[in-house]
Structures are given as C-alpha cells and as structure tokens.
C-alpha cells in the first residue's frame, strides 16, 4: 500500500513538473523579492520622515518630505533662487515645540509652524509661519509669517544625498534647526526660555 502511495506521488510530481516547463524546457522558478538597497531608496522621489530632538526641556518634531539629490542640479535649478520653498517636498514642511522659544528677539508660543526658506545665492531667508498644514507653497501668506530671519548658507559640505533635518543642543538653552541637503546647509537659530 505504502508502495502505491509514493508511485502515484512520485506520478503526480512529474506531470506536474512537466506542465510548468516554459518555452526554454526548464522548470519556472519565482526568485524571493531583494530587499530594498540605498541605491534603491535614492531613486524614489521622496520619503517620510521625522527628526525629534530636546534642546533643554523644550521637545521640537519636524515632519518633512525627503527628496533625493539623483544627480540632479538642486540650487538655481531644481530648488529656484528667490522663491518661497516648502524646504523638502510635497506638504510643508512642520516644526512643532512643545514649549515657546525665542528666535533673535522674537518670542515663538509653543505650537506648530510651516518652515519655508526662501533660498539665494548668498543669503536665504528662513521662515516661520503659522498655516503649518499647506501643500507646496501655494497656499503660503506672508501675512501668517510668525517670523523671517537672514542667514548665510554653509556651503562645500560632503554631499547630503537626501534632504534631513537634524536638531542641535548647543548647550545653555541655545540650539538650532538644521536643514541639509546636497553640498549646502542653512540653520535656525533659537534660545529656550
């Protein structure tokens, strides 16, 4: 009986192998997915993402849309000069602090803020505005701006492939929001109360 079994198994086994041969006579094999690679990754057009960080007590999110360089030219080209950019892609780019902060002379209550730049050869303006929850820029009002502010961009940096956003305790209650991206950075300076 047992002898029966494993011929009409065995029977069964051939027919079946036989049925998925392809055009090339060899058996049809499905190969398991690769796992996604930085190469990979760098090729889609933007990701998710959030930076956290405390500077003293005061907590700050910043949710933003990760764009790739991919050999494309950024300034002047893909990002233009003298424009309001949403500083990443998609939405705006959100900044949240859980306490208010002081950027130069101006007090920021805690809350959420759209962080756009407006970007220049040698100097970009940096904002705060109050409509956090904007598309792009096409919703942007100047009249919401919370706060403007002029910085020098450092520039000839190792190559930043994707735009990041870090937060930096520089100690004492001083810290910054920086963005990076390809071979340029630019960051908001601030003091905690």
Same mark, same amino acid.
């Given at each position: 009986m047992n002898k029966l079994i494993y011929i009409l198994?065995?029977?069964?086994?051939?027919?079946?192998?036989?049925?998925k041969?392809?055009?090339?006579?060899?058996?049809?094999?499905?190969?398991?997915?690769?796992?996604?690679?930085?190469?990979s990754d760098n090729s889609k057009k933007s990701i998710p993402q959030e930076a956290?960080?405390?500077?003293?007590? $005061?907590? !700050?999110?910043? &949710?933003?849309?990760?764009?790739?360089?991919r050999e494309r030219v950024i300034w002047g080209g893909l990002v233009p000069y003298g424009e309001v950019w949403v500083?990443?892609?998609?939405?705006a780019t959100n900044i949240e602090f859980s306490k208010a902060i002081q950027v130069e002379e101006t007090t920021i209550p805690k809350g959420k803020y759209a962080f756009f730049t407006i970007p220049g050869q040698d100097r970009w $303006?940096? !904002?705060?505005? &109050?409509?956090?929850e904007q598309?792009?820029?096409?919703?942007?009002?100047?009249a919401d701006d919370v706060i403007r502010i002029e910085v020098?961009?450092?520039?000839?940096?190792?190559?930043?492939?994707?735009?990041?956003y870090t937060i930096e305790d520089k100690g004492e209650g001083s810290g910054a929001i920086r963005m990076s991206w390809e071979k340029l950075s630019v960051s908001l300076p601030f003091k905690t109360d």
């Open positions: 198994a065995l029977g069964l086994l051939i027919v079946s192998c036989q049925n041969k392809g055009e090339n006579g060899g058996h049809e094999h499905h190969q398991p997915e690769k796992a996604p690679t930085e190469q956290h960080g405390n500077v003293g007590d $005061t907590h !700050i999110t910043i &949710k933003y849309h990760s764009p790739a360089v500083t990443g892609a998609h939405s $303006t940096l !904002i705060l505005n &109050k409509n956090w598309h792009l820029a096409d919703d942007y009002d100047q020098t961009p450092e520039t000839g940096m190792p190559l930043t492939e994707r735009l990041t």
